[in-house]
């Protein structure tokens, strides 16, 4: 198990990754590291919904819903205005395909930009999988979550097969394909797309695109190209529609999503 030290927002903290990853679809990352100050940044919306275990004292706020949780929650899609703090830092990481989350969370059309606690969709069970972490080892805890993980993706109900298709020719594409061509490649019409989607996504495919691209041009400014340059490469019209764009979704300037903590340790916790 690789252990990296990285600075976020100015504390260093150590970031465990699993030797392996070996479920599609699902990443992990373990943060551990006590700050002088409280922690406070921003998440950034990413293609994927975010449980969070905590060890810690982290507490995410939903900004725009007033909604604030410890212990353990899940991020949805797109979430906008979420915020992370915390001072001990302890926490185990999943990011979740929503195609996955589908079978392994449930429910998952009403997560979307929503920030909620895990015991409202596992019940008993996410009290007790925090409890058998608490005091194991990094490798032990990505064991213990990859085994829940794979037997609730077995007891769950799947997305249609052409759902999955359209999410992974989304993200193919960098969220630069239009609906209609969306809708031919896997033979249904647009408005049925739209529905066993966003039913099963909780997104418009039209909504997942921009989400993809958005999560494109984020990375491309954390890596250090120009605006200019990502906003070209992604498809933007120009560099205004890109600002709209990092505005909507992380409330920030392009040029503030650059240095934005939360990408900062994308590298090394999340090897894209």
């Known amino acids: 198990m690789p252990i990296e030290p990285v600075r976020i927002a100015g504390a260093l903290v150590d970031v465990a990754v699993p030797a392996h990853q070996r479920m599609a679809g699902v990443g992990m990352a373990g943060f551990c590291g006590r700050a002088g100050t409280s922690i406070d940044m921003r998440v950034v919306p990413y293609p994927d919904l975010t449980v969070f275990i905590d060890f810690g004292d982290v507490l995410l706020v ?28 302890d926490v185990l990481q999943i990011r979740l395909s929503p195609v996955v989350a589908h079978a392994v969370l449930g429910a998952t059309a009403e997560l979307s930009g929503t920030v909620v606690g895990l015991d ?12 058998r972490m608490r005091a194991a080892s990094w490798d032990e805890r990505f064991a213990v979550a990859e085994a829940v993980l794979l037997r609730r993706m077995a007891a769950g109900r799947a997305v249609d097969p052409e759902v999955a ?50 999560d494109c041009a984020a990375h491309d400014l954390a890596s250090g190209e120009s605006a200019a340059m990502v906003s070209a490469g992604n498809g933007y019209a120009d560099q205004s529609h890109l600002h709209r764009d990092a505005k909507a979704f992380a409330g920030l300037t392009p040029t503030a999503l650059a240095v934005a903590p939360w990408l900062a340790v994308d590298p090394i916790a999340w090897a894209r």
């Open 62 to 89: 939903d900004e725009a819903g007033g909604v604030r949780q410890r212990g353990s929650g899940v991020v949805g899609l797109a979430p906008g205005s979420v915020r992370g703090s915390g001072r001990a830092i």
């Open 120 to 131: 409202e969709l596992w019940g008993r069970e996410a009290g007790r999988i925090r409890e």
């Open 165 to 214: 298709r359209a999410w992974n020719r989304i993200v193919v594409s960098r969220g630069q394909i239009r609906v209609e061509r969306l809708a031919a490649e896997i033979g249904w019409s647009r408005k049925r797309l739209w529905s066993r989607f966003r039913g099963q996504i909780g997104l418009t495919p039209k909504q997942a695109a921009q989400l993809v691209r958005f």
